[in-house]
């Protein structure tokens, strides 16, 4: 037999998104044959301390400081030879010298970069005239980010054709930006059962449900808007993602008990589809993975607490295509769910409008450009 094609997909756990998207190629290259996908997280090749300073330090940034990280958002946009920039690159490199000798031991036919961070140091590595597979890049929001436009890369992979406007409008050939959706687990093409998923859950299929979502960390005060909505709106029972925060879900398990029968806290999960095809609306902060996730399972959404920039970026996108709502604080949000859930035919057109914009088998479309690119070379 021949040797299978290896794709090393490179990610970094900054935000559970990223890790997401490499974990949805992976999945999708082993419904092929002759392709082998390893996924490396960039982040298990650096010190505790600069990932500590890295992906913690993203994530208590967007949490307790949002209007540094919207300033540092745009300006790193706007001024890509920077100060500030120039800084974070050389941190960078001197961060990330495994890398190379990872790659080394991998051998990869082909890269695929689901993070901004590892296109960055490879393009470096291109530059330099060092022999490298070639390298695609696949951004994962509704926007494109200065962050993740580097020369050297054979092709990019975006949400929708106003991202592809936007990355040619940079810079980037048209012929090298492929519009086919952000990636997904293969299991959100699937047609579920409201009826058996939510037995699996134990909820009542009768009963109107919230899913109420934070994200892969656990951020969003969601345990306050969880206790809010219980209380001001009685028909409805909610199904609660703590994510990875298990301080989160021993706090939503306290609601549980003050809400029998009515809240059902939940960690994390690999199944979110079938928790998904159990739900009537998601109330979520607007991240390009789970947002396409809930278009894919045309689950209509109401937005909260967005992260200045890409998040705020993703939410203009579904408002403007009538598949979510946003609210923008709790007494929005009771506003909102109770209007939605008296408007069943509103309810019946945002799910159409998400039908029209998803595209749940866009891992695979990458998986087989990406294929298709290296054997005709």
Known sequence: MEKPLRMVVLSVSAGAGHIRAAQALCAASTRMVGIEAVHVDLMDLVSKGFRDFYSKGYMGLVEKAPEVWAYLYQHTDEAPKSLFNRFRRQLER?????????????????????????????S?????GKPTPPVWVHVTDFDVHGFWVHPHMQGYFVANEEVAVRLAARGVSEERIYVTGIAIMPQFQQVLSREEAALELGISPEKRTLLMMSGGFGLGGIEDLVEQ?????????????AGRNEALLDKLRAIATRYPGRVFPQGFTTTIER?????????TKPGGLTTSECLAMQLPMLVVSPIPGQEERNADVLLEAGCALKAVDAAALLFKLKALLHAPERLADMRARQKALAKPDAAREIVEAVVKAVVRT
Request: charged share 25%; glycine share 4%; with cysteine.
């Open 94 to 122: 001197l961060n990330t010298q495994r890398l190379k000798k990872e790659m080394e031991r991998l051998a990869p036919d082909v890269i695929v970069c689901t993070h901004f961070l590892p296109a960055e140091l490879l």
């Open 124 to 128: 470096r590595r291109i530059r330099k």
């Open 229 to 241: 909505v219980l209380g001001g709106i009685e028909e409805v029972q909610v199904v609660a993602l």
């Open 275 to 283: 928790v998904m095809a159990a739900a009537d609306i998601a109330v």
